[in-house]
């Protein structure tokens, strides 16, 4: 067994199966099986996690016995696109579109290539507007624009 | 005849000025983002999903299906200008359309690629027409027995004809088949995996899934990519074929739609893989096979035939037997029941003008995109100019206000990033997630037929393969199974000798 085996996409996402068949196994554990007559909420997800533990078993010794492609390495900067999304969902309730986007392109703009501060604040009142026209008035949304 | 009533009603249907103006501004959008390369048509019907909420089911349908099957004209746009893939189904025209664009034939190759498509789209569209009714009719007469197996069939299905490893897709599958099971169950209404959120009760939204996985992770991905902006090189010239790029064209056209017809019916195949297959066979049936990749005028028309034919057959399953073949047509299936139709084969029978609109709309649509794509070609490729530093927060924008916009719940655009960074992480792992949204989709429906066909016998498990339909199927999809399975199976036996 090769140490880099570990690396390869096949192991990982075998071990990624069993994982997820395993947390389907833990927080199901209190459904009733029931019998297959009458089959009760755990009867399905019962046997697609077992059958999923088995395919990710499968793949993870697959994976382990012939290794095959190893992950790539990742760059981190775009996952502040997912930050930004997040700070979008805490702002748009409490403090309104035009905060909640200023937010979302601001961070947003972290995870790409250069763009320039101006241009970024162009940006940002370039799609505020756009979704004031488009959302707000256009398809009548229920949207706060301001905090206040 | 019952099919030109139907088809009456169908253009009544779509010929209505709103129903007109969705179908062109779904093959706009389509087109736009056929061009655009990192921007696919997944992608943006999922985007788009949470804004149809309000339409009619006839317009939201009509819009969805315009923006599929615009992308793939517009693909070819690229592929040919600029030796990118607008979309992965005109990889293969890249070859042979961009080679004739820096001879000079940039026009031609553009004209012949339209008028594939075209054929090929009013062709493929007469099949859905013809053969989904009959396909329908034929599965009314289906038990639980035999959906169960159907769907495990189409499941199989897909996840064998998808890219990369086999065994990944099946276990995709599976994981798109538990998230399928968080809410409430129904026969007892016990909630499952809920974990406590109320938002969770009633099930993971299929739209938040598609937002994420196709949205957000997508966007991650296309930021990794270095930047580099696609620069149009190639002037586009005279747009006429000459006589003689005309005749070459018919037998490829031809032979294109009939694989593509055929291939896109198949679930788990479509558009790529019916396009490559067409080219191979049009170099195989060539007098002079050393032509292609040369600017043979043969190696854009029958890839571009098949992708287009391919893109409306797919239609087929999707409608009469409520089975996705792809991530695009589960979209479309869960646009269906956004507009609460059960998907199925009920659909042409009890949502006919829903039916019969789509297929008209789908005639029209192509004659749009011919009007759309030739006359205005230079004003298209002026999008592959917007670098994507611009584009991205402007899809992060739709993503987020679409996903908030569904309920006014900022939870619901939380989970979006949850499945946003799973599907980074899966794709990370060479995970398609095509075959992770069918499972989403279908599971509800599985669960459901398998436990109404074990009422009916009583617990007796075996009425899977007593029914000779129902084996029928079953044995199929084993036999697809066995075929991918087999060589690797091989090859392992072969390296512990």
Known sequence: ?148 | MELVDNLILGFGTALSLENLAYCLAGTVLGTMIGILPGLGPAATIAILLPFTYGLPAEGALIMLAGIFYGAQYGGSTTAILVNLPGESSSMITCIDGHEMARRGRAGPALAIAAFGSLFAGCLGTLFVAVLGPMLARWALAFGPAEYFSLMVLGLVAAAMLSSGSQLRAIGMIFVGLLLGCVGTEVATGTARYSFGFYELVDGVSFVVVAMGIFGLSEIVLNLQQPGESSLLREKIGRIMPSRDELRRSVGPILRGTGIGAIVGAIPGAGATIASFASYAVERKLSRTPERFGQGAIEGVAAPESANNASAQTSFIPTLALGLPGSGTMALMLGALLIQGIAPGPMVATRHPEVFWGLIASMWIGNVFLVLLNLPLVGLWVRFLSIPYKYLFPAILLFCSIGVYSIRNNPFDVVLMVVFGMFGYLLRWLGCQPAPMLLGLILGPMMEENIRRALVISRGDATVLVTQPLSLAMLVAAGLLLLVVIFPTIKRAAYAFR
């Not at chain 1, 805490?90 to 763009?115: N, R």
């Open chain 1, 1 to 148: 067994m090769k140490h880099e085996a570990l690396l390869s996409k096949e192991f990982l996402s075998g071990a990624t199966f069993m994982l997820i068949a395993a947390l389907a196994l833990y927080f199901g554990r209190d459904l009733t099986i029931g019998t297959a007559t009458r089959m009760g909420p755990g009867f399905f997800p019962l046997g697609l996690a077992l059958c999923l533990m088995a395919i990710g078993l499968a793949a993870a010794v697959k994976g382990l016995l012939f290794g095959g492609e190893l992950v790539e390495r990742t760059t981190f900067r775009p996952f502040f696109v997912f930050l930004a999304v997040l700070c979008f969902a805490v702002l748009i309730g409490p403090f309104g579109l035009v905060a909640a986007l200023t937010a979302l392109i601001g961070i947003g703009s972290l995870s790409g290539m250069a763009i320039r501060p101006l241009q970024v604040l162009a940006l940002i009142v370039l799609l505020c507007v756009f979704s004031w026209a488009v959302f707000v008035w256009g398809l009548n949304m229920p949207l706060a624009i301001w905090p206040f």
